[in-house]
């Protein structure tokens, strides 16, 4: 009987030494998921990210400001000290939405009213009159909204010929040369006569300015949310660079 008791409590503690592994295991898991190395992505691609952000909120980056920021959390500190304005707790993706509304109810001539965050932009916007339409919408604004894209088709087409154009510098660079102009200046065309829309909502369209535009898109352009601004940082990268929201935890490392 002493022997089984023995056994038993050997037993057990077997069974808590394995749970404390697993514990330890999947608490080192769930740290490495808080740490994502925002390393990884291409530093360009982070630089034109932060031009969004100096835009959407209206100052500069000093040149060595950003030089020891080591993560996503300092990053946001320091974008959050230098927006300026008087705080004012109201949602700027709600007051976007209503300055979007009436720029389109004034250039389509149609009742606001029926205008909703769900309201089909493709249908209010068929293609004859879409390019004069967003022309007017952006003077209504008071700036470029650049909703309007080439087709997938035609960028694809235009990236596989600048790509083919380079790896053909090597062996013939006069018909590399020709190729990478050629696509480059297609490129430039193609987005300046773009007439396909990414977003399918009116509501889309809104977060869209409400992150790219913060202070503009605001009823007091001198006001700003501060309890919103991390946020809007966190959509951006989200929007741009195809990260999830989980991955941009305060401790994600740019080093």
Not at 33 to 52: A, G, H, M, Q, R
Not at 81 to 97: E, H, I, L, P, R
Not at 168 to 181: D, H, I, M, P
């Amino acid at each position: 009987w002493n022997f089984y008791l023995t056994l038993v409590a050997r037993l057990d503690e077997h069974k808590i030494s394995r749970l404390r592994q697993y514990l330890n295991v999947t608490c080192n898991a769930m740290a490495d998921l808080d740490t994502y190395e925002l390393c990884n992505i291409d530093p360009e691609d982070i630089s034109d990210v932060l031009v969004k952000v100096e835009k959407s909120f209206g100052f500069k980056f000093g040149d060595t400001e950003l030089k020891d920021t080591k993560t996503f959390g300092e990053l946001c500190d320091i974008i959050t000290s230098k927006v300026q304005g008087d705080n004012s707790n109201d949602c700027t993706t709600q007051q976007a939405f209503y300055k979007l509304r009436n720029a389109i109810a004034d250039t389509l001539l149609i009742d606001k009213t029926c205008i909703t965050p769900d309201t089909d932009l493709q249908k209010l916007f068929p293609k004859n009159i879409r390019r004069q339409s967003f022309k007017n919408i952006d003077r209504h604004l008071g700036f470029k909204t650049k909703v309007l894209k080439p087709k997938h088709s035609i960028t694809g087409t235009l990236a596989i010929i600048f790509i083919a154009s380079l790896v053909g510098l090597f062996f013939f660079w006069q018909a590399g040369l020709v190729g990478l102009t050629v696509s480059i200046i297609a490129m430039t065309f193609a987005n300046k006569f773009g007439s396909e829309l990414d977003l399918l909502t009116v509501g889309q369209f809104a977060d869209k300015l409400s992150r790219e535009h913060y202070l503009k898109s605001r009823r007091v352009s001198t006001t700003a949310n501060k309890n919103e601004v991390v946020q809007k940082i966190k959509d951006l990268f989200i929007a741009d660079l195809g990260l999830e929201e989980h991955q941009l935890t305060r401790q994600a490392s740019f080093v």
